[in-house]
């Protein structure tokens, strides 16, 4: 059983900084491509980034392109999301997701585990 565990969201105020951390454990987590997304209050869960199994080749959504890296450790298991220039349309419960094979892919529908979220939620 895949078990996907996200950290480091929380309350900061337009133009900071946080950091995404998941943690994955229960298959080789070197062998699938890793995403991130997120569900702003009232709104469909949107694709935000993802990560080949290498680390190799990335994809990020229009709007947080330039300003979010999405980036990964296989030794530790851990893939993350450095997010800067935050703004308040980044206010969402931010998802990590394990794809079902090593390429990446940018629609849920190819992701086949999920952690519980994580909130973040940015002031103006």
């Known amino acids: 059983q895949v078990l996907l565990v996200e950290s480091g969201g929380g309350l900061v105020q337009a133009g900071g900084s946080l950091r995404l951390s998941c943690a994955a454990s229960?298959?080789?987590?070197?062998?699938?491509?890793m995403g991130w997304f997120r569900q702003a209050p009232g709104k469909e869960r949107e694709f935000v980034a993802a990560?080949?199994?290498?680390?190799?080749?990335?994809s990020y959504a229009d709007s947080v392109k330039g300003r979010f890296t999405i980036s990964r450790d296989n030794a530790k298991n851990m893939v993350y999301l450095q997010m800067n220039s935050l703004k308040p349309e980044d206010t969402a419960v931010y998802y990590c997701?394990?794809?079902?094979?090593?390429?990446?892919?940018?629609?849920?529908?190819?992701?086949?585990?999920w952690g519980q979220g994580t909130q973040v939620t940015v002031s103006s």
């Open positions: 997701a394990q794809n079902s094979e090593w390429r990446i892919a940018t629609t849920s529908d190819d992701y086949d585990y």
């Open positions: 229960g298959r080789t987590f070197s062998s699938y491509a």
């Open positions: 990560i080949s199994w290498s680390g190799g080749k990335t």
